[in-house]
Nanobody, 115 residues
Framework: QVQLVESGGGFVQAGGSLRLSCTAS????????MGWYRQAPGKQRELVAS???????NAADIVKGRFTISRDNAKNSVYLQMNSLKPEDAAVYYC?????????WGKGTLVTVSS
């Protein structure tokens, strides 16, 4: 059974930082492309950042320079370091593992940012 479990969300003031973690089980983690997505109320889910199995990273323009994605294959985990948080970053953040047509999602972790 595949599970992706996110953690690290919470409440933070604007300008603050949070570090999200996602730990996977039931998959060969190292071969999967990993991504962090977010969905705010009334909005579509959007890609925040991704990291390939080879460690190549990509981030949405709106978070570049503030958010950093990383992975630790030994721990089957992917991380999202979020700095200089803004109220518009508030959302449920989801972890995704993808390979070809296969895709798995976590249940999400809520990030709240006060102004």
């Amino acid at each position: 059974q595949v599970q992706l479990v996110e953690s690290g969300g919470g409440f933070v003031q604007a300008g603050g930082s949070l570090r999200l973690s996602c730990t996977a089980s039931g998959i060969l983690f190292s071969i999967y492309h990993m991504g962090w997505y977010r969905q705010a109320p009334g909005k579509q889910r959007e890609l925040v950042a991704s990291i390939s199995s080879g460690g190549i990273t990509n981030a949405a323009d709106i978070v570049k320079g503030r958010f950093t994605i990383s992975r630790d294959n030994a721990k089957n985990s992917v991380y999202l370091q979020m700095n200089s948080l803004k109220p518009e970053d508030a959302a449920v953040y989801y972890c995704n593992a993808g390979r070809g047509s296969t895709s798995f999602w976590g249940k999400g972790t809520l990030v709240t940012v006060s102004s």
